[in-house]
């Protein structure tokens, strides 16, 4: 068979193809010198794996945020309720601790704990009218509500119905309510809390 002869082509001219022609095998020497077609690039299983683990973890991480429940949301608490302390099934509370609740504007309520119903005292009912300048005002051993702020706290203290939370497991439940609607209409939360 006669090969044919190199065909010349003006510049801007594409070239003809004949039925018989070969493609260009690329045949520059390879890294260790032989001249042997070149193929893909091999793929490094281990880095391949490492890539896989890491994009594993990046979406586990991101759906982990997604469907994770903290703050006020693990609480569970009504609309009533702003804020409560000690955090429910917390378990390294000391045994001084106050137990504190922020209600809404407009809400008041007393505190039970352990099955005891502590007496409630309104800051704004206490009369220091005869307290000096520099003395500090007298509270009794009670749940203290402050109306200006709708917040009840509770601090056992020598005298009080619970003068200390002992080690272990505490029960709160808290009663509240609309002040004009009155105790009859009440609501109820409740959660423990565990002392060491």
Partial sequence: MASEPPTIT???????????????????PSRNGSS??????????????????????????????IVSVTGDEATNLPDEIEEIAP???????LSQTSVFVDLLT????????DGVEIETIDLSEIDS?????????????AT????????LTYTPTEGAPIETFETGLHNVQLIYWRVEEGRSRAGVYAWTFNVI
């Fill in 129 to 141: 009218s005869a307290v000096q300048p520099g003395q500090q005002v007298d509270i009794p051993p």
């Fill in 144 to 151: 203290v509500y402050e109306p200006g702020n709708a917040t």
């Fill in 87 to 93: 955090v429910p099934d917390a378990v390294q509370v």
């Fill in 106 to 113: 407009d809400y008041t309520g007393v505190l039970v704990i």
């Fill in 10 to 28: 003006a510049p801007g001219e594409t070239p003809a193809v004949t039925p018989d022609a070969t493609p260009a095998v690329d045949t520059t």
């Fill in 36 to 65: 042997a077609p070149r193929r893909g690039r091999r793929i490094d299983r281990g880095l391949l794996l490492a890539s896989a683990g890491i994009a594993v973890g990046i979406v586990l991480v991101g759906l982990g945020l």
